[in-house]
């Protein structure tokens, strides 16, 4: 009987948070499936409520709520679980609750992979248990994710088991998993290294090396680390799923930082505003010869006047 283990989405708009505050999210607590009608959001939403309070805790992602949503219905689970919860922070820095489930069904062992497709081929006997470099290579499109870690084997088995779970943190590689329906997906060692330290700078490299092969790559920034000075040294900034390679330009492209391109900006719309106004006339100022004229011949005019012409 398949055992899958799935990671719940939604936890901080839930109970999950006073639950665990009471103990109730221990390990081998038990936990209803329920196929959500009327859901705005997901046709094929899939809820998860705690069986002893019948509280909301979540729902199974979207990318794989269709496939339990039929086992709901054909009444297939058998038994579901939690395997772990935790409080941890999101990528936005909020506090949520972590909380990873194991659902048992009827169906072949071949359907055990934890989102009913088929398992990823992880090549395990030539993933060491030692620090090094990998890559997760999708044999579809030809894209690879390059990353590294000192227990090589056990991260490519976290990475497919996210993948799996929909939870995976790379949006572009959690689409293109899901839709492949995790066909295609191998996993190899691209370099085996002698300390932990050395990780970073041999990731670095290596991505930097698929780079200039014009490999398309699902990493987002050039060092893996995720600094804003690699994201956006050689790149451009565009919308977090597209992948580093995508977005490459040529240094040509950058002559103009960003202070020159506002300055010249700033200085056409200057010269614009000046040519574009009207021009002002100004107020001519009084001329005091003048003036005495008139005084002097309005003396005259009244002197001949009083005389009578």
Request: proline fraction near 4%.
């Given at each position: 009987m398949p055992i899958a283990r799935v990671v719940l989405k939604g936890t901080r708009?839930?109970?999950?948070?006073?639950?665990s505050r009471r103990g109730d999210l221990r390990?081998?607590?038990?936990?209803?499936?329920?196929?959500?009608?009327?859901?705005?959001?997901?046709?094929?939403?899939?809820?998860?409520?705690?069986?002893?309070?019948?509280?909301?805790?979540?729902y199974l992602s979207r990318q794989i709520a269709p496939r339990y949503r039929q086992r709901v219905q054909a009444g297939s689970i058998t038994d579901t679980k939690i395997v772990s919860a935790e409080m941890?922070?999101?990528?936005?820095?909020?506090?949520?609750?972590?909380?990873e489930i194991s659902v048992a069904y009827q169906g072949s062992e071949t359907d055990a992979h934890a989102s009913g497709y088929p398992a990823p081929r992880l090549n395990?006997?030539?993933?060491?248990?030692?620090?090094?470099?990998?890559?997760?290579?999708?044999?579809v499109v030809q894209r690879s994710y390059i990353g590294s870690s000192k227990n090589v084997k056990a991260r490519v088995a976290q990475h497919f088991r996210d993948l799996a779970s929909g939870s995976?943190?790379?949006?572009?590689?959690q689409?293109?998993?899901?839709?492949?329906?995790?066909?295609?997906f191998t996993a190899t060692v691209i370099q085996r290294l002698q300390r932990p330290e050395q990780c970073e700078i041999a990731e670095s490299r290596a991505i930097a090396a698929s780079l200039r092969q014009k490999q398309k790559l699902y990493n987002m920034t050039e060092d893996g680390q995720g600094s804003a000075r690699a994201r956006f040294g050689t790149t451009i900034e565009v919308d977090a799923s597209e992948a580093i390679s995508d977005r490459t330009i040529r240094p040509s492209q950058q002559i103009k930082t960003g202070h020159d391109a506002a300055a010249t900006a700033g200085a056409s719309r200057g010269s614009s505003m000046i040519s574009s106004k009207p021009p002002v006339a100004l107020n001519p100022q009084p001329n005091p010869n003048i003036r005495w004229w008139w005084i002097v011949g309005g003396i005259a005019l009244l002197i001949f006047l009083l005389r009578g012409g």
């Open positions: 708009h839930y109970c999950a948070s006073s639950a390990a081998g607590a038990r936990l209803v499936l329920i196929a959500e009608i009327g859901n705005p959001y997901d046709a094929n939403a899939v809820e998860v409520r705690l069986a002893l309070t019948d509280e909301k805790l979540g941890i922070r999101d990528r936005d820095g909020q506090q949520q609750m972590r909380i395990a006997d030539q993933l060491p248990n030692g620090p090094g470099v990998y890559a997760l290579i999708n044999d995976h943190a790379n949006a572009l590689l689409k293109d998993y899901t839709m492949q329906l995790g066909e295609g």
